[in-house]
């Protein structure tokens, strides 16, 4: 273990390299909190006019007719274009929010901080890594705007649909290949940052500031890191091979004697199932990136508004490790119908099923942590009981779907599009708004209103619940996701509910404002914030807020506590971990 | 929306776009009969199960369109043009309807100028899905969902392009896009006529999907009528 | 749990770039080179994953005859990893653009097998162990170019006096690993290619 | 608030498990061979998972409930026994839960995918395409023609690229937009792709199984309700994939025969 102090830059004075072009990991945290906040609205809307169009699809949508007179000419949306905002929703969603707020946003601005250090350890290459993100998102963008527009292959871009070119449909020419390079280009950028977060966890913890000492936030953004590392390095390449395919006339992915579009494909030899494997080694581990630091978030308010610590910390960390290396071993659970070897379904089904022990280990930690807790119920505290609710909920469902037997019928329904959305959507969700509830005065300097933030925590509360739900339902009766419109028989009694999920998210989606507005008002005109308005333990309280440039106004803290030290009698209840001893 | 089931009979009759105005100078015409020689390919039952409204709009079920024939050896649905020898007439300016009605394309082939304007509408109470497989001119693929406003288009290039639907495989068209507007396609009885021919002498050109194509040279005089029969050879398959 | 030996309080300057051992920053280059190392090996592990699956999905796997120039341009970089060796132990400059020339030969000479394929019309899209051969090699040639890059900047610095050992022996590592990495891909390719 | 809380979670927990419970929304009549032991295992996950959902929810709501901040002078009290009754009580419960599921669901499995078809099974071709899928039956010489990727043709109809010209065993396949097959007649299914990933899916037979282009997957089983069903796709593979569907229509043995005996004679 080494000490702090090291990559200090001088605050430079140009206003383009303070707030643009800034090497200081907390501009650039903030960037990517801004560009995921950008990324969840686009990606929000699309989710409206999807579930609009799946409640009442031949009604137009006003306005769209004029936004994409192609895709929905008179408003009306056409297949086509409900799978382009499909994959485009999931793309945006799953990269751009679920990767870039809860890790490479908070990560950013909070880890520095968390272990006492100036700035990350490759301060340039981090503000590359942002800098390539963004790119990398304006190019998904511009799929709207080129050609045929986005692609329409889903996030996970099966082959030889996402390899064939424009036979197989519009935006499948260049929308798709705008795609793979926005992803290839995300996942160099989330490299550089995850590369960056290992270093500063590992060479720039301050003096005192053992691993042990580390706090849960910081642990589970090092380990989703190290996940990261391995995840993005496997979708890099395999993005390169189906950009090949897709350009240069290369067979990787697509197999021979495909006709599509009356046309004879000049592809030999390649395997579908190829990228399906390499898309799910990263993907399933994708998962654990969007909702690892969710779980540090967690684990690091709880006991803040708990007042106590959180039960079993060493357990908790023991049980991330276990996640982080359970989560290369389950990828196959996503393809047990996908025409693998059926032998291997019973092998991945065990360790997908083994993962949920750690998983269920976290949750009661949680709630063993309430246990004689004297709970203050802030918006942050009750976005992190939230996020134990939601969580549970998704992770439950998991169980059919990580055994072969239950996912036969389960695999292609909307039971899964509810697990997901649960477990990493709405959970990792919870713990982003649980975080910027939390972390906001330290980020802004400004208090957030407890008020607004209370009734956009019950009215989303209830709202996701209304969504997701009812999705579990539909998924048993049989119905089948990504579909465009209902028109089999069978689907016809499951349109009403459709129509309750539609009329939920849409409410749901609306109390979003409410949640904007606050961000906003509070960003101009919120109450000052002081040091450490939270009564916590960890070092980014021990500084002003928001913190000056190089953290720690030159003098490196240096811990003497854990970051779990609540409870204790006295006028105050808690120990700071650069108090003194 | 209008019905044009048979608006788009009298198009594949139509030689030119007979617009308003003085009346023309006197004009030729070629009429005749396209027949078959050889053995057709077998005409097969088109299953579409999967529309259940398409199978109900059809008491007697669809045959495959690819090889229409009639009494006396007649083929349906040929394109029958001028390919050399047009001395210049009035772009066609009448709108091509085309329509996709019971699961078919209705004509299965149409045939226009170049940069002719042409309407698609969508008639049946499902999504359709319209695929002209280009090479020549812009290869386009657009859905056109029921109520979705009709698509107006034009082709720039002459082609003959296959049409598809990509959600209903068995729905397959042409549109036939030629430079002249002196053009006609064959009716059921295999018979087509253009009209508004300056006396000259023509290459006049029949194209069939299957069947290939076939030319003749025809001199038209004044105003006289000129009979110029095809025989196209069939292959069985 | 707050039992950790705390080490003795640190004396360094805020930006440290002196020649003695042991400062954080230096340390800081290091670990990334590892760090590099490791995801450089699991994007190569993956692409030698996806040739395992391809040579078995498709019957169309020929092999493919690997250019002789290869193994003069593996001696090269070899080479290159031993004067860069020698450059940093000493700390001298000589060794040090004996590595740049090197290495550069090294890509130069890549390029000319490149061409040497393509002459026999083997093509990235011919077949695909032609696709693997370019995807790993031009992969690989990009590494070794970041790496040349990498060793521009130690040779800045150490002309500018201001270069730590750990630096360089970050760099170093970095180029020691890319010649591995070689080694590796031209067993790979000469056995599976 | 934190009673709020307890009430809100216990209302969302207690209604979303009654609505299970009930079957309100539920899976279709089961009309497969196989299809019960997967309803029994969904039953015993979905009683298994619902007691630990319910549970937990109402563990986080009471003692959300019960330790409030009504109380700020109390001093806290930790969990009793700490971390370890948690990891003990998870490990267990879930170990002893996937222990038990995967023994049953694995067997289960293996009945589906991993047992040869019944001898003497009924052969079907299947070709997927964008959007529809077409089966195949041998007729009279009870062989296939062989597939050809460069004759196949929507336009006249030759989804499977069969050679008529050449080869003799294609001219008397029967080839229907339809899934139509005897009651308690063993099926062996094999799932052709022409374009992309499609997957078959039908309810109330409990299958599905992603076809992927460049392989042949085999798929059997066996239907014990007569009636006409729907298969739809559930393998997105573009613009047409909610469309992509077919019927399977389970006919008696005698209907059966009379159906492929009047196609035979169509050809």
């Known amino acids: ?581 | 929306m209008v019905k044009k089931e048979e608006g788009s009979d009298r198009a594949l009759h139509r030689g030119i776009g007979v617009g308003g105005g003085p009346p023309p100078p006197p004009a030729g015409t070629i009429s005749g009969k396209v027949t078959y020689t050889g053995t057709l390919p077998k005409v097969r039952p088109i299953d579409m199960s999967k529309e259940p409204n398409c199978v109900t709009q059809h008491p007697t079920p669809v045959t495959t369109q690819d090889a229409v024939t009639g009494p006396g050896n007649s083929v349906r649905y040929v394109v029958v043009y001028v390919s050399a020898g047009d001395q210049g007439a009035p772009a066609a300016t009448d709108t091509v309807h085309y329509d996709q009605k019971g699961c078919l394309y209705i004509p299965h082939v149409a045939a226009m100028q170049v940069h002719q304007p042409l309407e698609i509408f969508n008639d049946d109470p499902h999504s359709h899905n319209i695929h002209p497989l280009a090479r020549v001119n812009p290869e386009w693929n657009k859905s056109q969902p029921k109520g979705a406003p009709p698509i107006r288009t034009a082709w720039d290039q002459p082609e003959f392009i296959p049409v598809k639907c990509n959600v209903h495989p068995w729905m397959h068209g042409y549109f036939a896009v030629l430079a002249t507007s002196h053009f006609g396609v064959t009716d059921s009885t295999g018979e087509f006529s253009i009209t508004g021919l300056p006396a000259g002498t023509y290459t006049v050109t029949a194209w069939h999907e299957r069947f290939g194509t076939k030319s003749q040279e025809v001199t038209v005089g004044g105003s006289e009528t000129k009979t110029a029969n095809f025989v196209l050879t069939a292959r069985p398959y | 749990m707050s039992t950790a030996v705390l080490p003795p309080a640190p004396t360094l300057p805020g930006r440290s770039v002196a020649t003695a051992d042991g400062g954080p920053e230096r340390r800081v280059a290091e670990t990334g080179v590892w760090i590099a190392i490791g995801t450089i090996s699991m994007s190569f592990a993956a692409l030698t994953s996806a040739l395992v699956v391809r040579q078995s999905s498709g019957a169309d796997w020929q092999h493919l005859h690997l250019p002789a120039l290869l193994y003069v341009n593996t001696l090269v970089l070899l080479f290159s990893s031993m004067t860069l060796e020698l450059s940093r132990r000493r700390l001298g400059s000589f060794g040090l653009h004996a590595t740049l020339i090197l290495g550069i030969l090294f890509l130069v000479g890549q390029g000319l097998a490149w061409r040497q394929l393509a002459a026999q019309n083997l093509h990235l899209a011919t077949g695909p162990s032609s696709a693997f051969f370019y995807v790993f090699t031009v992969l690989h040639a990009l590494h070794v170019l970041g790496g040349l890059g990498g060793l521009g900047l130690v040779e800045r610095r150490l002309a500018a006096g201001a270069l730590s050992r750990t630096t360089f022996k970050a760099a170093a590592l970095y180029w020691h690993f890319m010649a591995l990495l070689w080694l590796y891909l031209l067993a790979l390719l000469t056995i599976r290619g | 608030m934190g009673k709020l809380f307890a009430v809100v979670v216990t209302l969302i927990a207690l209604a979303s498990a009654t609505i299970f419970a009930l079957h309100i929304w539920w899976v279709p009549p089961d009309i497969s061979t196989h299809g019960s032991r997967i309803d029994r295992q969904l039953n015993e996950t979905m009683v298994v998972a619902g007691v630990l959902f319910v549970g937990a929810q109402l563990a986080l709501a009471f003692f959300v409930w019960r330790f409030g901040a009504s109380a700020t002078a109390r001093p806290i009290k930790s969990f009793p026994g700490g971390p370890t009754p948690m990891v003990v009580l998870a490990t267990v419960l879930v170990g002893a839960e996937i222990l038990v599921l995967t023994l049953v669901g694995s067997k289960v499995w293996a009945d589906v995918y991993q047992t040869p078809p019944a001898p003497g099974a009924l052969q079907i071709e299947m070709q997927a395409e964008q959007f529809a899928f077409y089966f195949r039956y041998a007729g009279a010489d009870g062989r296939f023609g062989a597939m050809h990727p460069e004759l196949m043709n929507d336009a006249s109809e030759n989804f499977f690229g069969l050679d008529l010209a050449n080869d003799t065993t294609a001219r008397d396949d029967i080839v229907v937009g339809s899934l139509v097959i005897p009651v308690n007649q063993p099926i062996v299914l094999r799932m052709h792709s022409k374009d992309v990933n499609h997957s078959f899916y039908v309810p109330e037979l409990r299958i599905q199984q992603d076809i992927v282009p460049g392989l042949v997957i085999p798929l059997h089983f066996t239907a014990t309700t007569p009636g006409k069903y729907e298969l739809v796709c559930t393998q997105l593979c573009g613009l047409g994939h909610y469309n992509m569907r077919a019927f399977v229509e389970v006919k008696t043995r005698s209907d059966f025969d009379q159906w492929l005996k009047e196609k035979a004679a169509a050809l």
């Not at chain 1, 009306?76 to 490479?104: D, N």
């Not at chain 1, 901080?113 to 590359?128: K, S, T, W």
């Not at chain 1, 032998?343 to 998983?359: D, G, H, M, Q, W």
Request: hydrophobic letters at 50%.
């Open chain 1, 1 to 581: 273990m080494t000490h702090g102090v090291t990559t200090a830059h001088a605050q430079p004075q140009s206003f383009l390299r303070r707030h643009v072009f800034s090497v200081d990991h907390k501009v650039i945290g903030r960037q990517y909190l801004d560009l995921a906040l950008v990324a969840v609205v686009t990606g929000m809307v699309l989710s409206w006019i999807m579930r609009f169009h799946l409640g009442w699809p031949e009604t137009p949508v006003p306005g769209l007719g004029k936004l994409a007179p192609t895709g929905a000419a008179g408003g009306v949306i056409t297949p086509e274009y409900y799978l382009a905002l499909m994959t485009m929703h999931g793309t945006i969603m799953v990269f751009f929010v679920l990767t870039t707020a809860p890790f490479a946003g908070f990560g950013n601005f909070f880890l520095p901080l968390h272990v006492g250090a100036e700035d990350m350890a490759f301060p340039r290459i981090n503000m590359m890594s942002f800098w390539v993100t963004l790119l990398a998102f304006l190019v998904l963008l511009s799929a709207f705007f080129i050609g045929d527009g986005p692609p329409l292959s889903g996030w996970t871009a099966y082959a030889p649909l996402s390899a064939v070119g424009k036979d197989a449909g519009p935006g499948q020419g260049v929308g798709q290949t705008l795609w793979a390079v926005s992803i290839a280009m995300f996942c160099v950028a989330q490299l550089l940052g995850s590369l960056n977060f290992i270093a500063t966890t590992l060479d720039l913890r301050t003096r005192g500031m053992s691993l042990a000492r580390l706090p849960f936030a910081t642990w589970a953004w090092f380990i989703t890191s190290v996940i990261g590392l391995i995840a993005f390095a496997v979708l890099m390449p395999a993005c390169i091979l189906l950009i090949l395919d897709r350009v240069a006339g290369t067979s990787f992915f697509i197999p021979a004697g495909l006709v599509i579009s009356d046309r004879l494909q000049p592809h030999a030899g390649g395997s579908p199932l190829l990228w399906q494997h390499l898309f799910w080694f990263f993907g399933h581990p994708e998962v654990y990136i969007a909702i690892l630091p969710g779980f540090g978030i967690v684990s690091q308010i709880l006991p803040v508004f708990a007042r106590k610590p959180l039960l079993g910390p060493r357990v908790f960390i023991v049980c991330l490790i276990a996640i982080a290396f359970l989560s290369y071993t389950v990828w196959g659970h996503h393809m047990f119908l996908s025409g693998m070897n059926p032998v291997s379904a019973t092998l991945f089904s065990v360790p997908t099923l083994v993962i949920t022990i750690p998983a269920t280990i976290i949750c009661l930690l949680w709630i063993g942590t309430l246990y004689g807790a004297r709970l203050r119920f802030t918006a942050a505290a009750l976005f992190a009981l939230g996020f134990v609710s939601v969580f549970v909920s998704g992770g439950i469902s998991g169980f059919f779907l990580a055994q072969p037997s239950t996912d036969i019928y389960l695999h292609g329904t909307y039971f899964v599009v509810a697990h997901f959305h649960f477990v990493m959507g709405v959970a990792a969700m919870f713990g982003i708004f649980a975080g910027t509830y939390f972390w906001f005065p330290k980020m802004f300097g400004r208090m957030m209103n407890e008020t607004l933030g209370k009734w956009h925590f019950w009215l989303t509360f209830i709202g996701v619940y209304c969504v997701f739900m009812p999705m579990h339902y539909l998924g048993l009766a049989g119905n089948v996701r990504r579909y465009s419109a209902f028109t089999d028989d069978y689907l016809q009694p499951l349109i009403p509910l459709h129509r309750f999920i539609t009329i939920a998210a849409l409410f749901t989606g609306a109390v979003q404002l409410i949640f904007l507005y606050n961000l906003i008002r509070s960003r101009l005109r919120g109450p000052v914030a002081p040091a450490n308005p939270w009564e916590a333990t960890t070092l980014e309280w021990s500084t002003s807020s928001p913190p000056p440039h190089d953290n720690f106004g030159g003098h490196p803290p240096v811990v003497t506590h854990g970051p779990n030290e609540f409870g204790g009698a006295g006028p105050r209840d808690y120990v700071m971990q650069a108090e003194p001893q």
